[in-house]
């Protein structure tokens, strides 16, 4: 298939660029490579895949400047480009909005353009808030608690509304903190990691309560690939999926296992936040049955494979 991916220099667009380029498929990769965090690894990224692969073509490209592509036609495209994170500051708030609500419409307006009919993008865990004490189910009441959330949530809808009006196949992933090599460095995981590893302070929200299911990029990239096996051969419609763990942890438990690795400890400064959600946990009984997705890096096994890259990286 030949297949858009927008945010390829991005932590999962790396990693799910490189699958499919490894299943043979062409891959055409946009990115505007924003500063967010460091570009030098965003490059990196890139670097690394064009070195790799043949079946690769990239562009350095904004959301907004999407209808450029005019002359390239695609089986597929996923959209993964976007303004994480919860935490930027309220003036900075122009960001989620230009990526993910203006971004994400012209990405929309230009698959019906180029009448690309098979569509996946990325939503969040956290469009779930605090909405239950239980695992997270795709059907249940929705309660955003940042601005990020609710462009998310947005994504949602918006995509709903394109599938029904013009017959188009689309599927929105909820992913639950993707962790792994070559990850992103404004992640709890990452920072707790750089700031030990280099003997700074790092920041404890509200006390370490918090739980998060963490998961493993190699167990999101198999659930993009199983997403793209059923969207390509079958009329869904409208779907959305949980890809999640299923086994959260606390941001303090985090924290230990990860001095641990390091054999080393934190300098804590603890700090509180109204724009997390306390706890996510996917319930991932719909995503088991409708693609197949079974997560199987445990917490441990990836931590590992995370820190390692991270010592790699740093060293160089
Ligand atoms: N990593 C996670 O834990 C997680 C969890 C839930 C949802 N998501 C979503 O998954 C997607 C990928 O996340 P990620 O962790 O790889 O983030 P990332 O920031 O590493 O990747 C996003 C990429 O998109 C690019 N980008 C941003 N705005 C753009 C624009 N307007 N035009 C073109 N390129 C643009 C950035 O330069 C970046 O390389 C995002 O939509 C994110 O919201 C990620």
Request: aromatic share 14%; charged share 25%.
């Amino acid at each position: 298939m030949k297949i858009l991916i927008s945010g390829c220099c991005g932590f999962i667009g790396y990693h799910l660029t490189k699958a499919l380029l490894e299943q043979k498929h062409e891959v055409y990769g946009i990115d505007n490579i924003n500063n967010y965090y460091s570009t030098k690894l965003k490059e990196a990224r890139l670097k690394k895949i064009k070195k790799e692969y043949k079946n690769f073509a990239f562009e350095q490209l904004d959301l907004s400047k999407i209808s450029s592509l005019e002359n390239v036609q695609f089986d597929l495209a996923i959209n993964l480009a976007a303004q994480p994170g919860v935490r930027l500051d309220w003036k900075e708030n122009f960001r989620y909005l230009d990526s993910n609500i203006t971004g994400f419409h012209n990405f929309l307006d230009f698959c019906k353009f180029k009448n690309i009919k098979k569509i996946i993008f990325a939503s969040s865990s956290s469009v779930y808030g605090d909405g239950s004490n239980k695992s997270f189910k795709e059907n249940q009441k929705l309660s955003p608690r940042s601005l990020y959330a609710a462009t998310k949530l947005y994504n949602e809808n918006l995509a709903e509304v394109f599938s029904n009006s013009f017959d188009t196949d689309i599927i929105g992933l909820r992913f639950f903190t993707v962790y792994g090599s070559w990850g992103r460095p404004d992640m709890a995981y990452y920072l707790f990691t750089d700031n030990i590893f280099k003997g700074k302070e790092i920041t404890l929200f509200n006390k370490g309560k918090m739980a998060r299911d963490m998961t493993h990029i190699s167990d999101i990239v198999k659930g993009i690939v199983s997403s793209i096996n059923l969207i390509e051969t079958n009329n869904l419609g409208y779907r959305i999926y949980n890809l999640g763990n299923n086994d959260p942890i606390k941001t303090i438990d985090l924290l230990r296992k990860i001095e641990f690795k390091l054999s080393k400890k934190a300098t804590i400064n603890e700090v509180s936040s109204k724009t997390e959600s306390f706890y996510t946990h996917a319930n991932l009984e719909k995503a088991e049955k409708e693609i197949n997705y079974h997560p199987s890096v445990n917490l441990d096994e990836g931590l590992e494979e995370f820190v390692s890259w991270y010592i790699s990286y740093v060293s160089i």
